[in-house]
């Protein structure tokens, strides 16, 4: 009973911690302007995800380590640290796009301007990452982010013509009056924001501090091949709320007000609470995981102590390098940035760093020396092997596309 | 030599000022075409949260903040057209284009005012004037294309 209730509760906090801010503004900005006609890239990306996130827990539940140590150790520093280096750049400005993204959201609840609220998001986000146990930040923000089911709800409750809409999103086209770039810009986002590096460390990282073993590893697939597809439904549900209200209209998605706008039309104002309850849910839980994943990647790199499951003193460094990326996040706000600019910014980033840190994970789990007989099979490397190749196309795409369509206007 | 094209780099900037020209009057029309797009998606969703208001189905915090936010999208597009130099025989797309939002700023800001005081008669009115101007900037937007 114990264990069934702890798959369960895995599963559910996959789901609900599967969308963060990138998703969020995304898959608004993209069913605004494309319909459903780039829907094709979302399983895409989860599959991605769940690949190389299967990889990453199967390694940390066999080796007991995580995978910034095991790339050092395996690939050398050098490698090591350009892993290091393009995973940390994206993982902090998604950082910043999520602290400032809970500001958004708060400001959006109480009509108190964005820029008092980041010192106190900044400090509160810190004060968790410090006090608060590992298992509680994911379970409690995993489980509220369930609440952006609303956006589900509210497809339902638009009665649009499922025909119409199932054949958009199964016939990928770009019948949107959109040039053909910024279609392709629009799909690499997509594709970023669904396979963000940080959700893979942090997942791997959270295995060895809930010292996942070879026994974990039933769980861990669970987690991942239910809990990220539904999480990803919700991302598709978002994407579906904005084509169906807004993208009628001529609204283009430029601020978080308006990516809740269809579920208001939709459900009143119950359904805008819950909206922003998902919406604080997601980006402070997903604030929690970047912050954390800030601290894990430099520790794990430099072989410092780390975790949460030691006392703060013990792993001093860990803490501090969490602390030293929640003070420039917030400092880097307050130079008034547009969060939903960095979000857009940083979902492209993302997909231009993918192959650095995908790469490496699909040599570990081919590593039997690590693995023994958990090494990858058949199956996993044939999709991680198509996996890195989309990858590296999605990343050499990335920044000419962001030039030519001058970030996708 | 990477410093004096440097300099010279820094004294074009200087001469041309904040103003950034149109390469000819096609690309000024693109310009133009694309501020009246933005500035239609702004109206439409003041437009959207004034109905919401009006109907009661939407926070009034969530209303103010979302009207805000397009009041001042506005105020950036009609600065960033307005910083474009028109090239000659331009002068009827920019003053149209000026026109409309203009037009859109005061309906917006009026809207936020109206969304402040949950001043219902007032947002009937509104909601009918942003409708108007949503259907003038397609017009303009079709035009342009």
Sequence with gaps: MKRVFALMLGVLTAIGGFVDIGDLVTNAVVGSRFGLGLAW???????????FAEMSGRIAAVSGRATFDLVRERLGPRVGLVNLVASMAVTFLTFIAEIGGISLALELATSVNEFFWVPVVGATVWLVLWRASFSLIENTFGLLGLTLIVFAVAVWRLHPDWSALVHEASHPANTHGEGLPTYFYYAVALFGAAMTPY??????????????????????????????PLGGILSLAIAATAALVLKPLDISVETLGQVGLPVGVALGKIGLVVVLVGFFAATFGAACETGLSTGYSFAQYFGWQWGKYVRPRQAARFHLVVLLATIVAVATLLTTVDPIKVTEYSVVFSALALPLTYFPILVLANDPDYMGEHVNGRMANALGTVYLVVVVVAAAAALPLMFITKAGQ | MISRAAAVLAALLVLTGCVSPALGNGSYRGKGQASVQAALSEVETAALVVEQLRRDRIPKAYADETVSASEQAIGSISESFGSVQPPPQSDQVHDEVTALLDDADSAISAARIAVRRVDRPRLGELLEQLHQLADRLRDAESRLS
């Design chain 1, 41 to 51: 890239v979302l399983p895409v990306g989860v599959l991605g995800i769940c690949v």
């Design chain 1, 199 to 228: 959700e893979v460390f942090f997942f791997s990282s959270g295995g060895v501090e809930e010292r996942w073993t070879e026994k974990d590893i039933g769980t861990m697939r669970a987690n991942v091949f239910v809990g990220f």
